[in-house]
């Protein structure tokens, strides 16, 4: 059984950081792509990041390129997603999700969020002003 488990969400004062976590297990597919989605109250969801297991290639959502960093370590099949200079309207839940039909990921992996078969449970993440 496939299952992603997110971990690292927490309450972050404006300008600070946070480090997401998202622990793969039950994954039967060689290739995949692993996704970061956040969703505020009231907002429909929005791709964050991307990476693809085969090449590490990332993409970003124009909203946090420069400030998140999605990374990936397959000895512990953990994606994380790095967190710097948080504004406010970051705050919302995030998920990670898994794409095992996509071998490399392209800047379409971020905006079609049904492409993705796997979800956590997400993490909230909170920024005070």
């Known amino acids: 059984e496939v299952q992603l488990v997110e971990s690292g969400g927490g309450l972050v004062q404006a300008g600070g950081s946070l480090r997401l976590s998202c622990a793969a297990s039950?994954?039967?597919?060689?290739?995949?792509?692993i996704g970061w989605f956040r969703q505020a109250p009231g907002k429909e969801r929005e791709g964050v990041s991307c990476i693809s297991k085969n090449d590490g290639s990332t993409y970003y959502a124009d909203s946090v390129k420069g400030r998140f960093t999605v990374s990936s370590d397959n000895t512990k099949n953990t994606v994380y997603l790095r967190m710097n200079s948080l504004k406010p309207e970051d705050t919302a839940v995030y998920y990670c999700?898994?794409?095992?039909?996509?071998?490399?990921?392209?800047?379409?992996?971020?905006?079609?969020?049904?492409?993705?078969?796997?979800w956590g449970q997400g993490t909230q993440v909170t920024v005070s002003p």
């Open positions: 039950g994954f039967t597919f060689d290739d995949y792509v």
């Open positions: 999700a898994a794409d095992p039909d996509t071998i490399v990921a392209g800047p379409w992996s971020i905006d079609r969020p049904l492409r993705y078969d796997y």
